[in-house]
């Protein structure tokens, strides 16, 4: 399975942010699979951002709730990640992520929040 994130790179504080996983090898709907997005900020640990389930179950991250929104389009197995009200502490490098039977990640989209 690989997964691929895509995005804009810089984004303008207050602007909303929209990044794409596109999952190649395997389906997002396959049985038991949480396709999750994570981040990582200059200098600090990974952050889980919220994630889907196989079935669309939605799995929050209490600290992000209020800001983003976790999608998908199973006829383009493709998981999307809309993040709002951006601000420069958002600068990281996101990543999707699916975890299973097994557990595998993207390479990772570097998004910067300047203006």
Do not use: F, H
Request: charged share 15%; with cysteine.
């Amino acid at each position: 399975v690989q997964l691929q994130e895509s995005g804009p790179g810089l984004v303008k504080p207050s602007q909303t942010l929209s990044l794409t996983c596109t999952v190649s090898g395997g389906s997002i709907t396959t049985n038991y699979y949480y396709w999750s997005w994570i981040r990582q900020a200059p200098g600090k640990g990974l952050e889980w951002m919220g994630a889907i389930a196989y079935s669309g179950s939605l799995y929050d991250s209490p600290s992000l709730k209020s800001r983003t929104s976790i999608s998908r389009d199973t006829a383009k197995n493709t998981v999307y990640l809309q993040m709002n009200s951006l601000k420069p502490e958002d600068t990281a490098v996101y990543y999707c992520s699916a975890e299973g039977r097994r557990y595998y990640w993207g390479q990772g989209t570097q998004v910067t929040v300047s203006s």
